[in-house]
């Protein structure tokens, strides 16, 4: 029966079958010391000559990188072994030998990692970074199945934006014209009508000609959506649902953490609740920097580089100016000028990372604002009836997934963030 690597601890002393790769081989005279890995952890194996028989040891040294074998052996605990345990191997089959490996254990430059990123993956930073990511989406799940939401699936094919079609990928669906999605917020509003507390999670497309350490051209996004809900439960829910991934992430992933070499007192600093600061009072800190804006002005990544490097704990901005906001956005009743929205800024100068608000529910003031963004009305009067049968104030957000598995994991870039990057001139493998 074959054990896992991650379950040895629970073999010591029993003769255990391993299946995987070779990662890395040494020699040391009469013995053989082979890095195994099989996609849950790494393992010394250690052969000798008199354990494994003439054939095989010979067979050893024949194997080249990431070559497929069949390890038999019997664990034991080693403290100075990495995870301290070894395999002293009684039996090795070969399985594949693989050519030459062109990702060696030296340094290699990020072009050409990227062309090979279908091999790339196999490193131990990227595995930890895959592994990190994945507990991040268990964490996104939890929290919100455990909260009474419902998850809410949201079509990818739209015959409409949600904020103009300046940046969609555009496609032709049997004779008409479709849009691939750049967020489910507005199917997720139905929902809210339906089931009061949905969410939907999925990938997402958006045709920025953006090239920046931040940005992707598909990327996963989760979206919370809640009937009754106003800005300030909004920001409420996303603070508990910041705290919720990282307590998550350093309770069960500090073996990632410390293989990445993500230094974690940034993320134990983080507690509730975060800072709340408004539009106005970022310009102010912004204009202090020495960096050139104007109130009214949206922000870029060196703006929000600014704000959030002021803040230990990510940091909420709310009331943003109505003009620079989507249609959607509910206009805050004592300045009509802002709208009841807000975004939340990583810190260590990572920006946004969640971008939401309280949703326009009086159907003729929607009205308006779907003209004035020159918007065909005709393509939302299905979103026009949710204001037409038992409207009520509700509130959402949006988590971009990448961003977020890039500031936990302290990356400088999102390209390592998902399997396989998209970005404005990546498309393969």
Not at 145 to 161: C, E, H, K, Q, V
Request: proline fraction near 5%.
């Amino acid at each position: 029966m074959q054990t896992m690597i991650s379950e040895i601890a629970a073999h010591d002393g029993e003769t255990v079958t391993l299946k995987g790769w070779l990662y890395n081989a040494r020699s040391g005279g009469k013995i053989r010391f082979l890095l195994l890995r099989d996609g849950t952890g790494t393992i010394q194996c250690v052969a000798s000559r008199a354990d494994v028989g003439e054939e095989t040891f010979e067979l050893i040294d024949t194997l080249t990188q990431e070559s497929s074998i069949v390890v038999t052996g019997v664990a034991r605990a080693d403290k100075r072994a990495p995870g301290g345990f070894e395999l002293d191997v009684k039996h090795l089959e070969l399985i594949g030998r693989a050519d030459e490996y062109p990702i060696s254990l030296k340094e290699h430059g990020t072009a050409f990692l990227m062309e090979n990123r279908h091999l790339w993956v196999r490193s131990r930073r990227q595995v930890a970074i895959l592994r990190l990511r994945h507990e991040i989406i268990r964490a996104i799940r939890d929290f919100f199945d455990n909260r009474g939401f419902t998850l809410y699936d949201t079509p990818i094919f739209t015959p409409s934006a949600c904020e103009g079609t300046s940046t969609l990928f555009e496609t032709e669906y049997f004779g008409e014209k479709a849009y691939l999605a750049q967020s489910g917020q507005l199917y997720a509003e139905s929902g809210a009508m339906a089931l009061g507390k949905v969410y939907c999670f999925g990938p997402t497309f958006r045709a920025e000609k953006s090239k920046t350490r931040r940005h992707l051209i598909e990327f996963w996004m989760v979206e919370p959506e809640v009937a009754y809900l106003d800005l300030e439960g909004d920001m409420e829910l996303a603070e508990d649902f910041i705290s919720y991934i990282i307590e998550r992430v350093l309770e069960n992933r500090q073996e990632e953490l410390k293989t990445i070499e993500r230094d974690t007192a940034p993320l134990e600093k983080i507690k509730k609740p975060f800072p709340r600061i408004t539009y106005t009072e970022c310009v102010d800190i912004i204009k202090k920097a020495g960096h050139p804006i104007e109130w009214g002005d949206d922000f870029g990544g060196d703006e929000e580089t600014v704000v959030s490097s002021q803040f230990d704990a990510p940091v909420m901005v709310h009331r943003f100016p109505a003009e620079i906001k989507a249609f959607y956005m509910k206009s805050d009743p004592e300045d009509e000028r802002l709208a009841l929205g807000f975004d939340m800024l990583a810190p260590e100068g990572k920006g946004e990372i969640i971008g939401g608000g309280q949703r326009e529910d009086d159907y003729d003031t929607l009205v308006k604002k779907i003209k004035a963004h020159n918007l065909p009305l005709e393509a939302f009067n299905w979103y026009l009836d949710l204001r037409k049968y038992g409207t009520v104030p509700h509130a959402g957000f949006g988590l971009g997934l990448e961003r977020t598995v890039g500031w936990i994991c302290g990356l400088p870039h999102v390209r390592e963030t998902i399997p396989f990057p998209r970005m404005l001139h990546r498309m393969k493998p």
